[in-house]
């Protein structure tokens, strides 16, 4: 009969991340998505070993720029994570959500970095309880969102919101 793996000790899973981002190229990617897999199945989807994992995953997705989508949909996938698992208002939400609205911009893919800045502008924020190292970023979403809508073709309500998200940043 099967018997089912043990479940992996902490010091197991960053030996796997490790591992996995010594391979050269994106080579490890297979490992950590299986990781991330088998981390969720044991500890369940929230689970705060997986956001080394997240991370470990989009790093090595990046090295390998001829793969944009799916590089952008991991980054998306953990930033959606940790907006989950931390909340939309954790420094490191916000800052997986600010990277991936940029990384979208280069790209050129207008629709995904307006979600990214979407989901800062979004987030409900305590701006005396966040830490004076977000602050810039959640003012770079803000001013992010609100040039997109000020150069909306649709303009009209987009301009009323952009002075509003303009304003907000200030």
Do not use: Y
């Given at each position: 009969?099967?018997?089912?793996?043990p479940?992996?000790?902490?010091?197991?899973?960053?030996?796997?991340?490790?591992?996995?981002?010594?391979?050269?190229?994106?080579?490890?990617?297979?490992?950590?998505?299986?990781?991330?897999?088998?981390?969720?199945?044991?500890?369940?989807?929230?689970?705060?070993?997986?956001?080394?994992?997240?991370?470990?995953?989009?790093?090595?997705?990046?090295?390998?720029?001829?793969?944009?989508?799916?590089?952008?949909?991991?980054?998306?996938?953990?930033?959606?994570?940790?907006?989950?698992?931390?909340g939309?208002?954790?420094?490191?939400?916000?800052?997986?959500?600010?990277?991936?609205?940029?990384?979208?911009?280069?790209?050129?893919?207008?629709?995904?970095?307006?979600?990214a800045?979407?989901?800062?502008?979004?987030?409900?924020?305590?701006?005396?309880?966040?830490?004076?190292d977000?602050l810039?970023?959640?003012?770079?979403?803000?001013?992010?969102?609100?040039?997109?809508?000020a150069?909306?073709?649709?303009?009209?309500?987009?301009?009323?919101?952009?002075?509003?998200?303009?304003?907000?940043?200030?």
């Amino acid at each position: 009969p099967d018997l089912p793996e043990p479940v992996m000790t902490d010091a197991e899973i960053t030996g796997a991340i490790a591992h996995a981002m010594d391979q050269p190229g994106s080579r490890g990617l297979a490992d950590l998505a299986a990781l991330r897999d088998r981390l969720q199945a044991e500890r369940g989807a929230l689970a705060p070993a997986l956001g080394p994992v997240w991370k470990a995953l989009v790093q090595v997705a990046s090295r390998r720029h001829a793969d944009r989508e799916q590089r952008m949909e991991l980054a998306e996938d953990r930033a959606r994570w940790l907006s989950t698992a931390l909340g939309p208002s954790d420094p490191e939400t916000i800052g997986a959500w600010v990277e991936l609205a940029f990384s979208a911009e280069d790209d050129f893919d207008q629709p995904l970095a307006t979600r990214a800045w979407e989901a800062v502008a979004a987030a409900p924020l305590d701006l005396d309880a966040l830490p004076a190292d977000a602050l810039p970023l959640v003012s770079q979403a803000l001013r992010g969102l609100a040039s997109r809508r000020a150069s909306d073709s649709r303009a009209g309500d987009r301009i009323d919101e952009a002075r509003r998200l303009f304003e907000r940043d200030l």
